[in-house]
């Protein structure tokens, strides 16, 4: 048995699951990770995600037509990210607010967000980051967090769309081209700046000047979050650009 609790967001419905637990050290959310199911249907991710068995949970569900539900209640950690790494952070679900987006996602041929859950998410997440005092590039994706092992939101998620309405840190990504590139296998200086940039903005990766697995995958996940045109965790001209411009964009580097 769960126990109802209100709702931390005005527009949301409350349906308990039990699996949470205490943040720890008393830490309160300062960041806001996007989550998709992933499963064939909403009822059945939402049914699981309410399971003792499953293990897992999130703070807030969004339906395809725009409803919230609220599973969890933000104080508590709720358990969505799993193994995860950012700016020197390995405990996310204690430092999170989960948000599971209904979609099939990769394993159902990505299918597209709905403008009504995308307005439903737009306004979820701005309600969070001003009561939260949640920073825009702390609002991030299942992927940044949990490269290789984890693909949602998936490339197909609007980021754009959500920076149009306040929440988020974007620039425009710049156009797909030519020049130099960097791939798998390479190393060397021009690799260890790359590192360096993805590990200044908060991703999880080594700087070694080895253009490793890890690298790759990193990239990939920049490139899912903020370059989606391609995704192939080859660090080509759009790409270091994109990144470059985010972190001069970060308030700790802009000027």
Known sequence: MTSAFLPDY??????????????????LPDMILLHYTGMGTADGALDWLCRDESQVSSHYFVHEDG?????????????????????????INSLSIGIEIANAGHPGGLPDFPEAQITA??????????????????????????????????????????????????VEPAALGGGRFFQQGDSGKPVEALQSM???????????????????????????HFRAARVDGIADVSTIDTLHRLLTALPRFGV
Request: aromatic fraction near 8%; charge should be neutral; hydrophobic fraction near 40%.
């Open 10 to 27: 005005a527009a949301a419905m409350v349906q308990p699951s039990p699996n949470h637990g205490e943040r720890a050290d008393g830490r």
């Open 67 to 91: 409803r919230v539900l609220q599973l969890v209640p933000e104080a508590r950690r709720a358990w969505h990210a799993g193994k995860s790494f950012w700016a020197g952070e390995v405990d």
């Open 121 to 170: 998410v737009i306004a979820l997440c701005r309600d969070i980051a001003v009561r939260r005092g949640i920073a825009p590039e702390r609002i991030l994706g299942h992927s940044d967090v949990a490269p290789v092992r984890k693909v949602d939101p998936g490339e197909k998620f609007p980021w754009d769309r959500l920076a149009a309405g306040g929440v988020g840190h974007w």
């Open 198 to 224: 993805l590990s200044l903005y908060g991703y999880g990766v080594e700087i070694s000047g080895e253009y490793d697995a890890k690298t790759a995958g990193c990239v990939e996940a920049f490139q899912r």
